[in-house]
């Protein structure tokens, strides 16, 4: 979203106009999303839809990560001009313009109005897409009434979790957030990840360009910010800093202001590295922090080595303890994927027990899918969609149980170095 926010801009500074409707325009941009196969479907829906409406002349961009990540999905759709989102500056050999990509100011708002075209007509369309995933997810026409029983018991124990869904720190919020692009890309190489083919390699935003755009927030009355990135962790590896350097620069031009910062996407393995400063600033400045997300992804140490993720799980637990025991009213979330080939009911009781220990303020517990070219889509122990929902159905209940229960863990006791943890 705010890639498209930028190309709004951009085609402003290029005296493009906003048509009406989609039969008058010269020109169709159209943002792309492929995190998933409902996404994907979403998109396709999309580029159909609107496609089917131009005018034969209009020339159609294609933006964002499906055509890089699914690009099969294209097939037979008709001419359209391909940019990946690490390579929006192509934009301007297409169109010839006169104002260049990288001279458009970075955009730190999401103006739903400027890049959101009939945000309800989209959401039918999602609909429609679910329904469709559904229909060949629970496989009808192949004993219908068992899959769709299965379907309808799924369904009614969504509703019961509800609570357990949603981003407390998020919802609503998006649109009112002021968003610091960090970096893109990430030095990462997990074995389920496609996006990485989007998003590339690290490409670290220089330091005092976002304390600018802070300061350009706070000028602005702004109150919430989003660091925004592939992985806050590995921020700065590229061009000899780090994300503490970061998160110190900013508390430091915030003295004085009322703001808090979401530190997103802080990869575990940095996480554990960079602990014990970490651990310094965020006490320090704890009343500007709305909340840390640190995806783990898995409790076993043996599925984290197979999605090549270099972290030992017992060292990520004992930091989290650590954080919660100095920092109690700190707020912290994960990001947990189950159903990984070849996950054992042993790897998943690992992550359950994990989730019970650290309690998490929020966790995004979704099911695993097989993504194109990934290396994990080439392992073997594929699970079916419904026993992938059962095992994400047993996380969410205790994600549940956190929310009802508090998360925040009020005392804890040290000895010897370990932790003796008491409910409150
Ligand atoms: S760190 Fe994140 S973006 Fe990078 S490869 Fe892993 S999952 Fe993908």
């Known amino acids: 979203m705010l890639d498209s926010q930028k190309i709004y801009s951009y085609l402003k500074a290029n005296d493009w106009i906003p048509a009406d409707k989609v039969p008058d325009a010269d020109l169709l941009i159209i943002s792309t999303c492929a995190f998933g196969e409902y996404e994907?479907?979403?998109?396709?829906?999309?580029?159909?839809?609107?496609?089917?409406?131009?005018?034969?002349?209009?020339?159609?961009?294609?933006?964002?990560?499906?055509?890089?990540?699914?690009?099969?999905?294209l097939d037979g759709m008709g001419e359209m001009f391909v940019v990946s989102p690490t390579d929006l500056d192509k934009l301007d050999g297409f169109l010839n313009v006169k104002v260049k990509f990288t001279d458009v100011a970075e955009p730190n708002r999401i103006l739903p109005a400027e890049v959101s075209y009939k945000p309800s007509l989209k959401k039918i369309l999602n609909v429609s897409s679910l329904l469709a995933g559904l229909r060949s997810g629970i496989g009808w026409g192949r004993d219908p009434l068992g899959k769709w029983l299965g379907g309808i018991k799924n369904f009614i124990r969504s509703v019961a979790l509800v609570r357990s869904y949603i981003n407390p720190f998020l919802v609503g919020a998006r649109d009112r957030l002021f968003y610091l692009r960090i970096s893109r890309g990430c030095l990462g190489h997990c074995t389920y990840c496609a996006k990485k083919f989007a998003t590339g390699t690290l490409q670290s935003k220089p330091l005092d360009r976002i304390i600018n755009e802070f300061r350009s927030g706070l000028e602005l009355k702004e109150k919430r910010f989003?660091?925004?990135?592939?992985?806050?962790?590995?921020?700065?590896?590229?061009?000899?800093?780090?994300?503490?350097?970061?998160l110190n620069d900013l508390f430091a031009a915030g003295k004085g202001h009322d703001f808090s910062l979401i530190i997103s996407n802080l990869n575990a393995e940095w996480f554990i590295k960079y602990y014990d400063e970490l651990e310094e600033s965020v006490i320090r400045n704890q009343a500007k922090v709305l909340y840390v997300h640190i995806p783990i992804q898995s409790g076993s140490g043996r599925i984290?080595?197979?999605?090549?993720?270099?972290?030992?799980?017992?060292?990520?637990?004992?930091?989290?303890?650590?954080?919660?025991?100095?920092?109690?009213?700190?707020?912290?979330?994960?990001?947990?994927?189950?159903?990984f080939p070849g996950e054992t009911?042993?790897?998943?009781?690992?992550?359950?027990?994990?989730?019970?220990?650290?309690?998490?303020?929020?966790?995004?517990?979704?099911?695993?899918?097989?993504?194109?070219?990934?290396?994990?889509?080439?392992?073997?122990?594929?699970?079916?969609?419904?026993?992938?929902?059962?095992?994400?159905?047993?996380?969410?209940?205790v994600q549940d149980e956190n929310a009802k229960t508090g998360t925040v863990v009020k005392k804890v006791v040290e000895v010897s170095g370990d932790f003796i943890r008491r409910k409150a």
Not at 226 to 246: N, W
Not at 314 to 336: A, N, W, Y
Request: charged residues 30%.
């Open 40 to 73: 994907d479907r979403c998109c396709v829906e999309l580029i159909r839809h609107y496609t089917d409406q131009k005018k034969g002349s209009a020339k159609v961009i294609l933006a964002g990560c499906l055509p890089v990540i699914n690009p099969s999905l």
């Open 226 to 246: 989003f660091l925004l990135t592939e992985d806050a962790g590995c921020y700065g590896q590229d061009i000899g800093t780090t994300v503490i350097d970061l």
């Open 345 to 397: 009911q042993e790897d998943l009781n690992l992550t359950r027990e994990f989730l019970e220990r650290v309690r998490f303020d929020f966790a995004d517990i979704f099911g695993y899918e097989n993504r194109p070219n990934t290396p994990a889509s080439r392992l073997p122990g594929r699970f079916s969609r419904q026993e992938i929902e059962e095992r994400r159905f047993c996380l969410l209940k």
């Open 304 to 339: 984290l080595r197979l999605m090549n993720r270099p972290y030992v799980i017992g060292d990520v637990e004992r930091c989290l303890l650590r954080l919660r025991s100095k920092v109690p009213e700190l707020k912290l979330s994960t990001d947990i994927m189950v159903g």
